[in-house]
């Protein structure tokens, strides 16, 4: 039988360099734009249009006239059916002098705007900051109850807490994975977080839950069927017999994840991207993070079993 778990300390290495690079990316950042993740505007604060072109208009041609006013980072969205032509703009907060030359530079280059349908709104900073804190709380809230669902799951195995927070250490692993990987992004191609990032955020949290408990769940079931076996073999056991369904489930959604940022929108790219990032570390940590994480944990408790039996 292949032997995962007796090579652990080479995945806990791999993991470390990820790690490390990830942090990295958020320190670089943070030198270069004061934050550690670029806030966009659902954070920070900024204005809203929404516009209807009287006839098909390009993300591209809009964007071209909004980098004419320093606004490259706007995220640009179709709204409602195609027939409407109506788009939505997230930039900066924008002044009054500067809306009524946007909208002319855009009528002049892009197509007529019906101001009967426009809207223009502007989000205050104190909106953004309830945002940010909001968007801490939902991630501790949910950290919290996959701990006491897990401890409540196996609740009949011994040291179930021990589960709780291995599976709190994938899902750490997977969430600094996913940091650094969209801080270098806003590094290289100028994303910045948004409500969307924080969907995937919390979607990734989910995953990072999905496959280890699948691995936990079987050596659950395999721990009173194998009572002679060592709890490290009864592990890797778990993993061979749960490994096919892990990854079928998994590339399934990724194949998916990939043909959408190939021929997606521009918009919607971030959020698959570190999906995507989020679900790839997720299937890596939830067989060489967590469950050989709780391996070293019980052998450790062993031993020292062991030393005060002895002493």
Same mark, same amino acid.
């Given at each position: 039988?292949?032997?995962?778990?007796?090579?652990?300390?080479?995945?806990?290495?791999?993991?470390? &360099?990820?790690?490390?690079?990830?942090?990295?990316?958020?320190?670089?950042?943070? #030198?270069?734009?004061?934050?550690? =993740?670029?806030?966009?505007?659902?954070?920070? @604060?900024?204005?809203? +249009?929404? =516009?209807?072109?009287?006839?098909?208009?390009?993300?591209?041609?809009?964007?071209?006239?909004?980098?004419?006013?320093?606004? %490259?980072? *706007?995220?640009?969205?179709?709204?409602?059916? $195609?027939? %409407?032509?109506?788009?939505? #703009?997230?930039?900066?907060?924008?002044?009054?002098?500067?809306?009524?030359? #946007? =909208?002319?530079?855009?009528?002049?280059?892009?197509?007529?705007?019906? /101001?009967?349908?426009?809207?223009?709104?502007?989000?205050? $900073?104190?909106?953004?900051?309830?945002?940010?804190?909001?968007?801490?709380?939902?991630?501790?809230?949910? *950290?919290?109850?996959?701990?006491?669902?897990?401890?409540?799951?196996?609740?009949?195995?011994?040291?179930?807490?021990?589960?709780?927070?291995?599976?709190?250490?994938?899902?750490?692993?997977?969430?600094?994975?996913?940091? @650094?990987?969209? *801080?270098?992004?806003?590094?290289?191609?100028?994303?910045?977080?948004?409500?969307?990032?924080?969907?995937?955020?919390?979607?990734?949290?989910?995953?990072?839950?999905?496959?280890?408990?699948?691995?936990?769940?079987?050596?659950? %079931?395999?721990?009173?069927?194998?009572?002679?076996? $060592? +709890?490290?073999?009864?592990?890797?056991?778990?993993?061979?017999?749960?490994?096919?369904?892990?990854?079928?489930?998994?590339?399934?959604?990724?194949?998916?994840?990939?043909?959408?940022?190939?021929?997606?929108?521009?918009?919607? /790219? $971030?959020?698959?991207?570190?999906?995507? &990032?989020?679900?790839?570390?997720?299937?890596?940590?939830? #067989?060489?993070?967590?469950?050989?994480?709780?391996?070293?944990? %019980?052998?450790?408790?062993?031993?020292? @079993?062991?030393?005060?039996?002895? *002493?």
């Amino acid at each position: 039988m292949f032997n995962i778990v007796e090579k652990r300390h080479w995945y806990f290495l791999f993991s470390s &360099v990820l790690i490390a690079l990830s942090i990295a990316a958020m320190v670089a950042s943070a #030198i270069q734009f004061g934050q550690p =993740l670029r806030l966009g505007i659902d954070f920070t @604060g900024g204005s809203i +249009f929404v =516009l209807k072109f009287d006839r098909p208009v390009g993300e591209d041609d809009i964007r071209a006239v909004l980098a004419d006013y320093g606004m %490259e980072s *706007a995220i640009v969205q179709p709204v409602g059916t $195609p027939e %409407e032509h109506a788009w939505q #703009i997230r930039t900066r907060e924008v002044t009054a002098n500067e809306v009524g030359s #946007i =909208l002319t530079a855009l009528e002049a280059r892009v197509g007529k705007i019906d /101001k009967d349908a426009m809207t223009f709104d502007t989000v205050e $900073p104190a909106v953004g900051s309830e945002v940010t804190r909001a968007a801490g709380l939902a991630i501790l809230v949910a *950290a919290l109850i996959i701990v006491a669902f897990m401890w409540f799951s196996f609740r009949r195995v011994p040291n179930a807490f021990r589960y709780g927070v291995c599976t709190i250490a994938g899902m750490l692993h997977n969430l600094l994975i996913s940091f @650094g990987f969209y *801080a270098l992004m806003g590094i290289i191609a100028g994303w910045e977080i948004d409500a969307l990032f924080l969907t995937a955020i919390l979607t990734v949290i989910g995953f990072s839950v999905q496959d280890v408990i699948v691995v936990f769940d079987r050596i659950r %079931e395999n721990i009173p069927r194998h009572k002679t076996e $060592p +709890f490290e073999r009864v592990v890797n056991r778990s993993i061979l017999e749960t490994i096919h369904r892990s990854l079928a489930t998994q590339l399934n959604a990724m194949f998916v994840m990939i043909a959408i940022i190939l021929f997606g929108g521009v918009t919607i /790219k $971030p959020f698959i991207s570190t999906m995507l &990032v989020g679900m790839v570390s997720e299937t890596y940590s939830a #067989i060489f993070i967590a469950v050989p994480l709780l391996v070293v944990w %019980e052998k450790a408790a062993a031993r020292r @079993g062991m030393a005060r039996t002895t *002493a």
